[in-house]
């Protein structure tokens, strides 16, 4: 049976969409893995996102908590809001407490991926705050680590991710992810389908 993995996801202006997926064709290369996307839903009025200048959202499913117990492992990506994850993310986490009490996600491997307006706004405490969700769900938190070689060193270009994973910088909203991150982030997707298949095969 195919490894399944979840790529599971909150966007309001596309960036984090954009690393999603790419984070789906890395995975999907990985032999014997099948990869879904995923977006939270949505907590904010009609109203409000178009005073934020927020798109109409993309096509893709929206999730509901009970889904993610389907996954073999799952990718969670968000933007950041004041340095840690957007609370539309945080809610949807927040309505979890049913897999938490059956512990049914313990054990599972678990990314993460990310964007933030600027540098020094949350390229690190975003993933680091979004662990103490992963512990309490007895998830295992899987960072890229500096497997992404040389790229991890980028000094001439702006470069978002970091160890804890793959990242982009929306600067006013107008930057789109570089080439760089979109590299990144199909190499997060291709490592990250690499472990849980690991783990599926010895469990
Ligand atoms: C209320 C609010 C708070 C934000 N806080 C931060 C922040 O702390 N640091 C930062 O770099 N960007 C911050 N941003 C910018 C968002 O992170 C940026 O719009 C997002 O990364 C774009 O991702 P998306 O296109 O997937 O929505 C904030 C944006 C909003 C609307």
Redesign the pocket.
């Known amino acids: 049976m195919a490894t399944k993995i979840y790529v599971v996801y909150y ?7 954009k690393l999603a997926e790419e984070i789906q064709k890395g995975a999907a290369s990985v032999e014997g893995v099948e990869v879904k996307l995923w977006q939270v839903p949505e907590t904010l009025p009609e109203g409000v996102l178009g005073k ?1 200048g927020a798109p109409p959202k993309s096509d893709v499913p929206i999730i509901e908590p009970n889904a993610l117990q389907e996954a073999d492992g799952i990718l969670f990506g968000f ?5 840690m994850m957007a609370a539309q993310f945080k809610a949807f986490i927040d309505a979890t407490g049913g897999l938490w009490r059956s512990q049914a996600l313990a054990g599972k491997p678990a990314g993460i991926f990310y ?4 540098q020094g ?2 390229q690190e405490t975003t993933p680091l705050t979004a662990i103490t969700q992963l512990a309490h769900h007895g998830m295992i938190f899987v960072p890229i680590g500096y497997t992404f070689g040389v790229g991890m060193f980028e000094m001439e270009n702006i470069k978002g991710g970091s160890p804890y994973g793959a990242g982009t910088y ?1 600067g006013d ?1 107008s930057r789109n992810p570089s080439q760089l991150e979109l590299e990144q982030a199909f190499h997060q997707g291709k490592y990250f389908a690499t472990i849980t298949n690991r783990f599926k095969a010895s469990s």
């Open positions: 966007s309001m202006y596309g960036h984090v969409a934020m933007p950041t809001r004041f340095g964007s933030t307006g600027s706004g949350g929306a909203g």
